[in-house]
């Protein structure tokens, strides 16, 4: 069976990587690409502004989201708009992969009252590099635990992305927390330059950087009395975050209902 995809934000930098990976693909077709309503692209041949080679798909409204066949719909798009396909998914029951980062409470909730009815895979990376780290990084605390334990996370991207940190970095604080059996807000910190205090016990720092156009860098290090270990993952273009959301689409194909991450996807495939 072809799977069925819809891709959101199809004239983004996200939208026209997947649109063009899923020309190649064996198991699924780009069936629906979407688009602010105000965009100039909509109505174009989603094809052609993807890489100038037409593939019969037009770039409709986000509106129009109800009217269009798909079985999974790939979304990296922006807060308020995820909100929209969350419920668009939700009436359709159709299946969602969602990359968007930096919801607040209410719109990660509607998320989760969704997967009561639909499947939905959630992640803040799709890379399945990063994926793995989170792992490793699970191992690590876990093992650590008992020492006197020191984590600081940097991340690294490009200076147009808006929020900080990542939403990478906070899922990697987060994984380490639980490993740890802390509670990430009491544990995490930001910024010290309003304080003079020594770092507390199994605090987690979290620095951003923003430059050019790096991709996405996150180095960890996990610092105990006289060793370091560091774990860094790099992403040298976003063909890895394309075939991590692609994989998570397949296995997503498995799921009835209910909220996955693609680590969780990972491994319960691998068992």
């Avoid at 198991?27 to 692209?41: G, I, Q, Y």
């Avoid at 876990?142 to 334990?149: F, I, Q, S």
């Avoid at 304080?195 to 290090?221: M, Y």
């Amino acid at each position: 069976m072809t799977i069925r995809v819809a891709v959101s934000g199809a004239t983004g930098r996200m939208g026209r990587s997947l649109i063009n990976a899923l020309a190649n693909e064996y198991d699924m077709s780009l069936t629906a690409a979407l688009e602010n309503p105000n965009s100039e692209h909509v109505g174009t041949d989603s094809g052609t502004v993807a890489s100038s080679k037409p593939n019969g798909v037009t770039i409709v409204k986000s509106t129009d989201i109800l009217q269009c066949p798909f079985d999974v719909l790939i979304d990296f798009s922006v807060p308020t708009a995820a909100a929209h396909y969350v419920a668009a998914c939700r009436t359709q029951s159709k299946k969602l992969v969602s990359g968007t980062t930096g919801l607040d409470e209410q719109q990660q909730q509607e998320i989760v009252n969704a997967t009561a009815h639909i499947a939905i895979c959630q992640s803040s990376n799709f890379s399945v590099g990063i994926n793995l780290c989170l792992q490793l990084l699970t191992h690590i605390a876990t093992t650590l635990k008992d020492e006197r334990l020191d984590t600081e996370i940097i991340e690294t991207h490009h200076r147009n992305k808006i929020d900080a940190p990542s939403g990478t970095a906070l899922t990697m604080g987060k994984t380490i927390a639980d490993a740890l059996g802390v509670s990430f807000e009491s544990a995490v910190t930001l910024t010290r330059h309003d304080k003079r205090a020594r770092r507390a016990e199994h605090s987690i720092g979290i620095s951003a950087v923003r430059c050019g156009d790096v991709v996405g860098n996150h180095t960890v290090l996990f610092a105990i009395e006289g060793e370091q270990i560091e774990v860094t993952h790099r992403a040298h273009s976003r063909m890895s975050f394309v075939r991590g959301a692609l994989l998570a689409t397949r296995l997503l194909m498995q799921k009835e209902k209910g909220l996955f991450s693609l680590e969780g996807l990972l491994r319960h495939n691998r068992t």
